[in-house]
């Protein structure tokens, strides 16, 4: 039996393990496909603005012709105006053309850019000239230049390279949406496959706690026998319990981590570090402890950990108090238990919740026992619910496995709750 029962701790944990990597997976596969439609958003969005500074660069060259072809016929001053208007902000605009959209532009395309440029510069140089000459009052001189076809070849010449741009950019456009497809479709797959993988797990430890279950029942039919089977059943419906709760703070820990943000990277650490310490939580709250004692504060901040006990939610003092090793799986589950339910229910759900955190030795009625305190405020309890629940069950079973009392009230601005219990705890 002592065999079994071991053999059904390590299947539990295994399990867990499991399901956290499998949770870590579907958060990196989301980021994933995120990531990439947001890349194609952010890439679209600078080549529309690119392809409209394009267009911009056409228009003032056109402008700075238009100027100079009205004033050399009609000799009107006023025509010049546009035209030194566009003069002073063609190369410029090209200019800026190249230096604000460096980053999406290979080298053909910038070599592309320098050849408008050029080509903007003789143009520029041609309409100086004709203009020159009619203000010398050669202007038949001016007209026979621009009847060379000279500026109009020039004016080609510059469509030509901005057609060439315009392609290239377009190309691109649709390579970055038709890569954000690839994704979307390469990762529909990943996920439905993960979410199956995880349901499978689920049924399979069920179905192994079951069957541990009901294998130690039929070998001894003493009282022995009944608590272990009862304790086994507990087992199965605390990590079935355990299992939905894991995988609500995962989830939250996604979205909370993903609002607001700009930085990928910097997303994905906060996830993972987030992610860790849960894992981190369930280790301590299964007793993997090498040492005789832990001490209090620690298994507190380690089970704490995720739900962001260094963002200033909680309140926590209380002395210095060494738990024995046995204590800490029961206590552990009792922290899980509360926090699980702040951050679903009570004082984590809102940014103005907090958790007041406190613990003492006092006189017991035989030895000196340890009275831990926890009290949720700023979210109103509005209605206390009408039965305890399996987290209320497991609270009160763990309390009495060391040997004290767990006692919960519900005031109108939060939970109390306390746990009492000897300090050197025999476990039951």
């Given at each position: 039996m002592p065999h079994t029962a071991k053999a059904s701790r390590i299947s539990s944990r295994w399990i867990i393990a499991v399901l956290i990597v499998i949770a870590i997976a579907l958060a990196a596969a989301f980021f994933w496909l995120?990531?990439?439609?947001q890349s194609a958003r952010e890439r679209s969005l600078e080549g529309r603005t690119f392809l409209t500074e394009l267009e911009e660069t056409v228009r003032v060259?056109?402008?700075?012709?238009?100027g100079q072809r009205g004033y050399l016929l009609t000799l009107d001053r006023d025509y010049l105006q546009p035209y030194m208007r566009a003069s002073d902000q063609w190369l410029p605009a090209i200019a800026a053309l190249r230096e604000d959209h460096a980053a999406i532009l290979d080298q053909q395309q910038l070599g592309t850019v320098e050849q408008m440029e050029e080509v903007a510069r003789q143009k520029l140089n041609e309409l100086a000239r004709t203009i020159e000459l009619a203000d010398e009052g050669r202007r038949d001189e001016a007209l026979e230049l621009v009847q060379t076809d000279l500026g109009m070849q020039l004016m080609a010449s510059y469509r030509?390279?901005?057609?060439?741009?315009?392609?290239?950019?377009?190309?691109?456009?649709?390579?970055?949406?038709?890569?954000?497809?690839?994704?979307s479709t390469l990762i529909a797959p990943i996920i439905a496959l993960l979410l199956l993988t995880l349901l499978a797990i689920s049924l399979l430890g069920l179905w192994l706690e079951r069957r541990t279950a009901r294998a130690e029942f039929k070998v001894i039919e003493n009282e022995e026998l009944r608590a272990a089977r009862n304790r086994a059943d507990l087992l199965t419906r605390e990590l079935n319990h355990r299992v939905k709760n894991l995988f609500a703070v995962v989830m939250s820990i996604v979205s909370l981590s993903a609002r607001g943000a700009t930085d990928l990277d910097e997303t994905l650490k906060k996830i993972r570090d987030r992610i860790y310490a849960l894992?981190?939580?369930h280790e301590a709250s299964q007793g993997k402890i090498n040492e005789k004692i832990v001490p209090l504060s620690d298994l507190l901040r380690t089970t704490l950990a995720p739900y962001g006990i260094n963002e200033g939610r909680f309140e926590i003092s209380g002395q210095p108090v060494d738990l024995p090793v046995k204590a800490v799986t029961p206590f552990g589950l009792i922290l899980h238990e509360l926090a699980t339910n702040a951050a679903k229910y009570g004082a984590l759900t809102s940014e103005d919740g907090r958790v007041i955190i406190d613990w003492d030795v006092i006189d017991g009625d035989v030895e000196p026992e340890i009275r831990f305190t926890w009290k949720e405020r700023g979210v109103p309890i509005t209605k206390p619910p009408e039965k305890d629940g399996f987290g209320s069950v497991m609270i009160r079973s763990s309390a009495r496995q060391m040997g004290g009392i767990a006692k919960r009230e519900f005031e109108p601005e939060g939970i109390d709750v306390e746990i009492r219990f000897p300090v050197r705890a025999e476990i039951f």
């Open positions: 995120w990531s990439t439609e060259g056109v402008e700075a012709e238009t030509s390279l901005v057609d060439d741009l315009r392609s290239a950019e377009n190309a691109r456009n649709l390579q970055s949406l038709a890569e954000a497809e690839r994704v894992s981190l939580a």
